[in-house]
């Protein structure tokens, strides 16, 4: 088999074996803290950081009021505010100090991390651990780097999506309409 | 099954299968343009535009000399540059125009779509269609607007960095050392 | 004298004599704009670009709602919104596509560009021409491209906070509380 | 005189006064910097970050490396490589982390800051401070927080771009040529 083709079915697996992991009644806690936000901040170095802000523009689909740290508007984080920080080793220096100062603010935090005894873990109120015993000889192969992490955490936000589309009641028509095109 | 986890599982199913669709000879065909361009741009707009940037870190991982069009020191596309253009519906106006110039400037044009007949296909040198046959009813609900092209997207990348990686000798830790970390 | 001494006075003497021809009246309904907007949009390509975000992050600060066009989490535009587009030649594509589409949505439209006959500036509701006789020989050595236009834009935005923080009632302590720091 | 009036020509006025006071050595020592950097890396937060954006446009335009740290494509700095920072505090954390690290790795480092003291202006190899006594009372409502140190550092960035022209033997057709548009 190639190796585009083992990469692939590697990446599919694994992130399929980690996200079967995770505990339904914490999904549903996320979820509730998604709704009951003022705002959503949402940060995250490198390709987390873009994980990040794929996630953000599903969150203006459904209605919410969402804003990526670092990006020209974006306020200041406020007591009641959500932030969510997406960072696989946990330890990411501006991460870790992104969630410092908005513990300090009041707001709730929700860490999407692959290593539970991370500073952002343990900073969460919400952690979200994305972990699994990789077969390590083909992962560095396979799956450089955050691979696994990035691609899992993809699909587990998008999963949220469908999720607080039921919550909220929204279909992909509401969303489209909330779309911005071309432009 | 809650809907999380049914969202989840429908993604990575249908990624799955229209990842296992495709024809080994072409993503050959596919590397080898990477590795024989001058210089490689990356285009996408939206949540597209996220996958593009996700794997243009990944190409400077691999030592490649990679441009996000639209980032600040982007120089313009000249012959002999790739071109490589993401669009879901292969119509977005500023994609195609993108496609449009670069072609007019002699670079070669890799189109990411998930129509086959669509502008960006038919203008692109190497067109990859990511399309598969989706269950209608289940899938505005768990997968809505672009979720399942865009996850398939980035993890097709992710499979090519894996055979380029192969291709040019490259390893993890030379990858992480062309890693710029934390600013 | 040296030549960035020349290029600097060079600049300044020219944006001080572009800005002393605007109309007050003009500045008056122009801000006026601003404060009955739903939402701000600010557009621009490259420098243009780069003068609209400095804007908005002060639009914010004043406590109005700004977007930036192509940012992550900008809505898209409808009736009753205010779109700024910034375009020294008054004819950057995608300037004018924004132009185009914002106008068939209903928005109000203010143009700033050196160029009276320009589409940007024809189709605004306000256009504001930021232009003056330059003498030739210099310019090309002294101020290449836009930098006159890109320099002038800047201020006079600049000029336009102060009046409208005037008008809103703002001062410096609550812009700053509006400021988001660090992250 | 109405403010927006006042408020351009203070600006004017004391970027003009602020940029009078630099040594034409130092400015001739900063630009041979940048023609010997292996690399330049541009960095600032918020306006500021802005700023240095623009600058970097027109690096380009004369055919210098240059990045943008925080941008998709940007490499890790290495010894040799030139960083300019921009920070008007001169203490703001990531501006500030940035050239700790720089330094470390044997970077040069051009800071560009209000303040004299600050640990940006400490940690450089080149400071340059462009400050001067402004009338307070007038200062906080026409020209809010950072608009005489942004609006002066743009202005300070452009006499270096006319003066790296001449170094260069660059003239504006050519920096054209190296410009992307549209896309």
């Keep these: 088999m190639s190796t585009f083709r083992r990469s692939v ?13 995770l505990d339904d009644d914490k ?19 490198g390709r987390s950081g873009l994980v990040a802000k794929a996630f953000a523009i599903r969150l203006v689909h459904l209605g919410l009021q969402a804003y990526v740290i670092g990006e020209t508007i974006t306020p200041p984080v406020r007591e009641k505010d959500l932030v969510v920080v997406i960072s696989g080793s946990g330890e990411t220096i501006p991460s870790v100090m992104t969630a410092d100062i908005d513990k300090r603010m009041g707001a709730r ?28 000889k083909d992962r560095s192969k396979l799956a450089p780097l955050g691979t696994i992490f990035e691609a899992s955490s993809w699909i587990f936000l998008d999963g949220l999506v469908a999720r607080l589309m039921e919550m909220k009641g929204e279909d992909e028509e509401r969303m489209k309409e909330r779309h911005a095109t071309l432009q």
């Design 9 to 21: 079915e590697y990446i599919l697996r694994n992130a399929k074996l980690l996200l079967s992991n």
């Design 27 to 45: 999904i549903e806690d996320i979820c509730k803290e998604f709704l009951k936000a003022r705002r959503i901040f949402l940060y995250g170095a």
């Design 109 to 136: 935090l929700i860490a999407i991390t692959s290593k539970r005894d991370s500073k952002i873990a343990r900073r969460a109120d919400l952690p979200v651990i994305l972990s699994v015993d990789l077969e390590d």
